[in-house]
């Protein structure tokens, strides 16, 4: 059987693509490109684009407009507020849980919403991964630079490490860095730290689109940035949360814009030993990034898939709350939404920061959607130093009924 006939074979059942391609080893060579990234002998990285990754590739040029950003009806400006809302605070929490944080995600998402102070390192870790990836939405349409690597570096890594000089900066020859499982076996040595400086050259080179000569699709070269910032290795911790970062960062460069509202942490996490053998493979098998390319665009699709479940299930609960509260004509969407949400849990308590982060609003405009509420004996308001805080009242469920709006 030839190389064509092998790359349409899908593969045989209780065996995913990564293993398939694995398994089979067979004239991977024709045709494969090399890239700028060399190991630590000096050998290029090289890959091919079997299935499914052309349709994978086809997939996200498609859609790369994103799905919120559909003009449907359903999908209105509320529904892209929370999406992106979800997708920043999912990546945080999930990218940190990838490093070693351990705190749930309920905790985590009511310290980002509230805008309260982490209390602990894995808090920490979260909280910044998430000012991260806000400064990624911003410096979307700037090219990469050193300056900018080590911004993103620091910003990940700011309180989480024990000496704050190791923040945004190169890892040291006498500082041996290698990459292990739990058990204590190295499975990856990075190149020396004396060549980290021309390796970032290089690699900005290629994040900003200068290498090399030939086409490289972009979706294709942001997954092997992921790749290439890990496989160096340059910093004494946060490589993971940086390299998803850059991921990010190059994605939105190139347009993807359904990007800001994934979170590829979210579906690593769910299997995580297959994103470090992805690594493993490509590294082991000679410089074959294609492990890596085919792992990740199954990633990139189930995050897709899992925005897709998330949309759907957000319009439907929007036309629900829209049907049963539809007479509060008064309300705007997001006080609908709180009152909804109220009505379900009785005991829970808001704040101006928490609905203007849960809402993707400026704080006045939260302000304003809290304090009509409460006029109007929605809620309740006390405050505490500083800082109002909303409650439920006990029946509020009755004085939804005798309010005249």
């Known amino acids: 059987m030839n190389w064509d006939e092998l790359r349409h074979r899908k593969p045989p059942e209780g065996l995913d693509l990564l293993e398939w391609w694995f398994a089979l080893k067979v004239r991977r060579e024709a045709g494969a490109r090399e890239v700028p990234l060399l190991d630590k002998n000096g050998v290029p990285f090289r890959f091919n684009l079997p299935d499914p990754l052309p349709f994978r590739l086809h997939e996200m040029d498609s859609q790369a407009g994103g799905i919120v950003q559909q003009p449907d009806p359903v999908i209105n400006p509320e ?3 929370a999406s992106l809302v979800r997708s920043l605070i999912e990546e945080s929490i999930t990218s940190s849980q990838l490093e070693g944080a351990s705190t749930t995600r309920e905790v985590a998402k009511r310290m980002i919403k509230e805008g309260r102070e982490p209390r602990n390192r894995s808090e920490k870790m979260i909280f910044n991964n998430y000012l991260t990836m806000r400064r990624v939405l911003e410096i979307r349409n700037e090219e990469m630079t050193s300056n900018l690597l080590f911004e993103i570096h620091r910003m990940v890594t700011e309180g989480t490490m024990d000496n704050p000089s190791d923040w945004g900066r190169f890892r040291r020859p006498d500082e041996r860095i290698v990459v292990g499982d739990p058990y204590g076996e190295v499975l990856h040595v990075p190149p020396p730290a004396e060549e980290l400086g021309q390796r970032l050259d290089q690699m900005l080179s290629f994040a900003n689109g200068d290498s090399p000569a030939w086409f490289i699709h972009p979706f294709v070269r942001s997954m092997i940035l992921h790749f290439w910032l890990a496989y160096d290795h340059p910093f004494v911790d946060g490589n993971g949360r940086t390299a998803r970062a850059l991921f990010y960062w190059s994605m939105l460069k190139y347009g993807y814009l359904i990007c800001e509202y994934l979170s590829i942490s979210n ?26 390319l085919v792992y990740h665009a199954g990633v990139v699709q189930r995050a897709i898939e899992d925005l897709q479940r998330y949309v759907e299930r957000r319009a439907q609960q929007l036309k629900a709350v829209e049907a049963d509260l539809a007479w509060l004509t008064e309300l705007n969407h997001r006080q609908r939404d709180l009152v909804a949400h109220a009505l379900r849990h009785p005991n829970h308590r808001y704040s101006i920061e928490y609905h203007r982060r849960s809402h993707g609003v400026v704080y006045e405009t939260a302000r304003r959607d809290l304090m009509q509420l409460a006029d109007q004996g929605l809620l309740k308001k006390h405050k505490a130093g500083k800082t109002w805080h909303f409650t439920p009242p006990p029946d509020l469920e009755r004085r939804l009924r005798l309010v005249n709006l």
């Open 79 to 81: 529904i892209r507020s």
């Open 267 to 292: 579906v690593i996490l769910k299997a995580p030993a297959r994103y470090g053998l992805a690594f493993l493979y490509s590294e082991s098998d000679e410089n074959d990034l294609t492990y890596f």
